[in-house]
């Protein structure tokens, strides 16, 4: 069991939506709006790679009581740039408890991912497209589901430290983004259950800087608790 380290400074902000403001439906809908919203939270100084550089990664969370986002960033969350009818604030330092992860330890996790596999190069692409005399070419990517999307997450949680015991996993609707011209999507799973830590510094790098793609939209924020 390895002994606690020096970690990066890192802030956890809970955020309960009020279902009646516009805004925050409107971010609900539109998941480059939240993320314009979230950005919020950061200093404006940070440069072109704002989110990265502030550890920005989000997850929406909809149960029984209501809709809360979780929202964790390297620095001080600055919650007084969130209007104070958008949502009640709740900030937690997680330095200490990220910093007090070691091998052996059994965990909860959840994390919201998007699961999906490469399809190949452009020319096998194209060599689809022409074998299937399709009129546009294959997507680049497909997202997976069902088993092989839980395949997926456990090679994942191995790669970054930990060794899974259970998986729970939970088709969300997807993310929808607004870009000129149109509307593109992010599919969202939400994976749940019981592990252990087999590399915990490498464990606490994924939890600083998020697993998967689309961790501008809501993917990737990796949550642990003592189980």
Request: proline share 6%; glycine share 8%.
């Amino acid at each position: 069991m390895t002994a606690p380290t020096d970690t990066a400074a890192v802030y956890l902000t809970q955020l309960h939506i009020n279902t009646r403001n516009r805004q925050a439906l409107s971010d609900l809908a539109d998941g480059g709006g939240l993320h314009r919203t979230l950005m919020r939270l950061l200093p404006p100084d940070l440069g072109e790679q704002a989110r990265a550089t502030g550890g920005l990664l989000f997850r929406v969370d909809e149960t029984v009581t209501g809709i809360t986002i979780l929202a964790q960033t390297r620095t001080p969350p600055l919650v007084e740039n969130i209007p104070a009818d958008y949502a009640h604030a709740a900030v937690k330092n997680m330095t200490g408890f990220l910093s007090q992860l070691a091998e052996g330890t059994h965990v909860h996790y959840r994390i919201a991912a998007n699961p999906t596999t490469q399809l190949g190069t452009l020319a096998d692409r194209q060599r689809v497209q022409a074998t299937r005399k399709l009129k546009r070419l294959p997507p680049a990517r497909t997202v997976l589901t069902g088993p092989k999307a839980d395949d997926w997450w456990a090679r994942r949680a191995t790669t970054n430290g930990l060794t899974l015991h259970s998986i729970l996993r939970t088709n969300t609707p997807s993310v929808h983004i607004t870009h000129k011209p149109g509307r593109h999507r992010h599919a969202i799973t939400v994976f749940e259950g019981d592990a252990t830590i087999t590399d915990a510094d490498t464990l606490r790098t994924a939890v600083l800087n998020g697993i998967g793609r689309g961790r501008s939209y809501g993917a990737g924020l990796l949550s642990l608790a003592p189980a």
